[in-house]
């Protein structure tokens, strides 16, 4: 302490590290809030279309239009299936003009005719691996593309370019509305093509960067391991400060249960719409999956593995036990995030393989998602998805994350709440039943280390963030009650006072 030390009393406030986010998407939602269609708040069809319809007339020489957040719900069908909104309804508002729609948890795609033109999609052409086309009753792609398939309008989607200074404009904002939240530190994701670690190193260099950043890239199926490995080594190179740092690599397993993509050990339900005995598909070849992971490891560079359904946990917990073996055991921290499922004899392999588990509590209750997940894999299998407790009991490491768009509220509280209630965090909602299997809930203070010291661990930042400590980090948030020794339906409206990163105040509540 000196003369310029700053000395505020909390009067019995609440001290907590800063909070920390295991796995988001920094610049996403707030690019699309920018310069795009912002469909995140819309619940309906018709809602989505008017928001199409009055960007053109506000945009009358763009050349494409690209939005993000719709929602697989709105479009089930009487008969319970769910093949996802038309092109027809867009072509009703743009068709001279592609039009590209990403879903809330980016998954999906819709577009209009125009679009698939552009891209060269008929009623003949083929889904990549692990990827789907939806087809209308006439055989006609009905307008909407699922994970690997999405690629397919890559060429036309590159029509839209943001330069590197608006990708900052969409981080600093993110930066701001973090900090309200008490968070100091996130994993962030950069998508190929997309400059945001480079954006993320130019604000470090204005002075303008305020949250520890640990960045990864993304690796696809057809990737050259060796290429993969030069990439990641050189951009752990470049970016080794305080404020960001690069030494991961993310895969994706499978994709999600509500796009009939994600990969389960029992099949769907006949509402998938895919026949019997279908499972859902992996991203990858085995084969090829394991080498890759396999290359990873042996270079020193943690892979960070997307995996919604029981399936792609096997596969990725495989793929991680057969690298193990055969480059060694060391302390790889190799994270699998999403485990929707997870079958009970995998679970003491994650202990054993020290596999770090970056859930987001954010889904565990009956959300958005629960009714589709409901009608995918059956009740009993939807309401046993994310066994936090008997993960957190065989010793698993969980971090705390929020897959932020996906969850587009990713407020820290909520997620704390959530993990302890297992229903929803929301005014209107609190009191309902909306609670999915409370035998797996977690305490505050479990919650309260999953979001802290749990993300630091999995960041290989333990040493300096995380938990409150002479010789650390100052980074902290202070809340105005303590959330140990409160209701837990409250913890979402305690109020965070002071964010501070570093020893300076970012944040203050006025």
Same mark, same amino acid.
């Given at each position: 302490?000196?003369?310029?030390?700053?000395?505020?009393?909390?009067?019995?406030?609440?001290?907590?590290?800063?909070?920390?986010?295991?796995?988001?998407?920094?610049?996403?939602?707030?690019?699309?809030?920018?310069?795009?269609?912002?469909?995140?708040?819309?619940?309906?069809?018709?809602?989505?279309?008017?928001?199409?319809?009055?960007?053109?007339?506000?945009?009358?020489?763009?050349?494409?239009?690209?939005?993000?957040?719709?929602?697989?719900?709105?479009?089930?069908?009487?008969?319970? &299936?769910?093949?996802?909104?038309?092109?027809?309804?867009?072509?009703?508002?743009?068709?001279?003009?592609?039009?590209?729609?990403?879903?809330?948890?980016?998954?999906?795609?819709?577009?209009?005719?125009?679009?698939?033109?552009?891209?060269?999609?008929?009623?003949? &052409?083929?889904?990549?691996?692990?990827?789907?086309?939806?087809?209308?009753?006439?055989?006609?792609?009905?307008?909407?593309?699922?994970?690997?398939?999405?690629?397919?309008?890559?060429?036309?989607?590159?029509?839209?370019?943001?330069?590197?200074?608006?990708?900052?404009?969409?981080?600093?904002?993110?930066?701001?509305?973090?900090?309200?939240?008490?968070?100091?530190?996130?994993?962030?994701?950069?998508?190929?093509?997309?400059?945001?670690?480079?954006?993320?190193?130019?604000?470090?260099?204005?002075?303008?960067?305020?949250?520890?950043?640990?960045?990864?890239?993304?690796?696809?199926?057809?990737?050259?391991?060796?290429?993969?490995?030069?990439?990641?080594?050189?951009?752990?190179?470049?970016?080794?400060?305080?404020?960001?740092?690069?030494?991961?690599?993310?895969?994706?397993?499978?994709?999600?249960?509500?796009?009939?993509?994600?990969?389960?050990?029992?099949?769907?339900?006949?509402?998938?719409?895919?026949?019997?005995?279908?499972?859902?598909?992996?991203?990858?070849?085995?084969?090829?999956?394991?080498?890759?992971?396999?290359?990873?490891?042996?270079?020193?560079?943690?892979?960070?593995?997307?995996?919604?359904?029981?399936?792609?946990?096997?596969?990725?917990?495989?793929?991680?036990?057969?690298?193990?073996?055969?480059?060694?055991?060391?302390?790889?921290?190799?994270?699998?995030?999403?485990?929707?499922?997870?079958?009970?004899?995998?679970?003491?392999?994650?202990?054993?393989?020290?596999?770090?588990?970056?859930?987001?509590?954010?889904?565990?209750?009956?959300?958005?998602?629960?009714?589709?997940?409901?009608?995918?894999?059956?009740?009993?299998?939807?309401?046993?998805?994310?066994?936090?407790?008997?993960?957190?009991?065989?010793?698993?490491?969980?971090?705390?994350?929020?897959?932020?768009?996906?969850?587009?509220?990713?407020?820290?509280?909520?997620?704390?709440?959530?993990?302890?209630?297992?229903?929803?965090?929301?005014?209107?909602?609190?009191?309902?039943?909306?609670?999915?299997?409370?035998?797996?809930?977690?305490?505050?203070?479990?919650?309260?280390?999953?979001?802290?010291?749990?993300?630091?661990?999995?960041?290989?930042?333990?040493?300096?963030?995380? &938990?409150?400590?002479?010789?650390?980090?100052?980074?902290?948030?202070?809340?105005?009650?303590?959330? &140990?020794?409160?209701?837990?339906?409250?913890?979402?409206?305690?109020?965070?006072?002071?964010?501070?990163?570093?020893?300076?105040?970012?944040?203050?509540?006025?």
């Amino acid at each position: 302490m000196d003369k310029n030390t700053k000395v505020i009393d909390l009067k019995g406030k609440m001290v907590a590290p800063g909070f920390m986010d295991g796995h988001t998407h920094i610049e996403s939602l707030w690019v699309t809030k920018l310069f795009q269609v912002d469909l995140t708040t819309l619940k309906s069809k018709q809602e989505y279309i008017k928001a199409v319809s009055d960007f053109r007339k506000n945009h009358p020489h763009d050349k494409i239009i690209l939005g993000n957040g719709w929602q697989n719900g709105p479009f089930k069908l009487a008969d319970g &299936t769910n093949p996802g909104p038309q092109k027809e309804d867009l072509d009703a508002v743009v068709s001279d003009i592609p039009v590209i729609l990403y879903s809330i948890d980016q998954h999906s795609v819709w577009v209009n005719s125009k679009a698939l033109e552009m891209a060269g999609i008929t009623k003949n &052409t083929k889904a990549p691996k692990g990827g789907m086309i939806e087809h209308n009753a006439d055989g006609s792609p009905r307008g909407v593309l699922r994970e690997g398939a999405t690629n397919l309008v890559n060429k036309v989607s590159d029509l839209f370019k943001l330069t590197k200074e608006q990708y900052k404009q969409a981080i600093l904002k993110y930066q701001e509305e973090m900090h309200s939240y008490g968070m100091t530190g996130v994993m962030t994701f950069q998508l190929k093509g997309v400059p945001v670690i480079d954006a993320i190193g130019e604000l470090e260099k204005e002075g303008k960067l305020t949250m520890r950043v640990s960045g990864a890239y993304f690796v696809d199926p057809g990737d050259n391991p060796k290429e993969v490995v030069k990439t990641i080594k050189a951009a752990k190179q470049k970016y080794h400060s305080d404020w960001l740092q690069v030494h991961t690599a993310k895969l994706f397993a499978d994709g999600v249960t509500e796009g009939k993509t994600a990969l389960f050990l029992e099949p769907y339900t006949k509402n998938a719409g895919m026949g019997p005995n279908f499972r859902g598909d992996s991203v990858w070849k085995v084969d090829e999956f394991n080498k890759m992971v396999a290359a990873m490891d042996k270079a020193g560079i943690q892979v960070h593995i997307h995996a919604i359904g029981d399936g792609a946990v096997n596969m990725s917990l495989n793929a991680i036990e057969k690298a193990a073996k055969a480059n060694g055991v060391r302390d790889s921290r190799h994270t699998i995030t999403h485990i929707s499922a997870i079958s009970d004899k995998d679970i003491p392999r994650m202990k054993a393989l020290k596999v770090i588990a970056s859930l987001q509590p954010f889904w565990f209750y009956k959300d958005q998602y629960y009714e589709l997940e409901k009608s995918m894999v059956g009740e009993k299998r939807a309401l046993a998805f994310y066994p936090a407790r008997k993960m957190w009991d065989k010793g698993v490491t969980i971090a705390g994350s929020s897959d932020y768009p996906p969850t587009p509220d990713y407020r820290p509280l909520n997620s704390i709440e959530t993990g302890v209630t297992r229903n929803s965090p929301y005014p209107g909602e609190q009191d309902k039943n909306m609670v999915r299997n409370a035998s797996q809930a977690l305490t505050v203070r479990e919650m309260l280390q999953a979001v802290t010291k749990n993300v630091a661990y999995q960041i290989f930042r333990e040493k300096d963030l995380g &938990t409150l400590k002479v010789g650390k980090k100052a980074d902290m948030v202070v809340l105005d009650r303590d959330i &140990t020794k409160i209701k837990p339906k409250n913890i979402s409206e305690t109020s965070v006072d002071y964010t501070i990163v570093g020893g300076k105040i970012v944040f203050k509540r006025k």
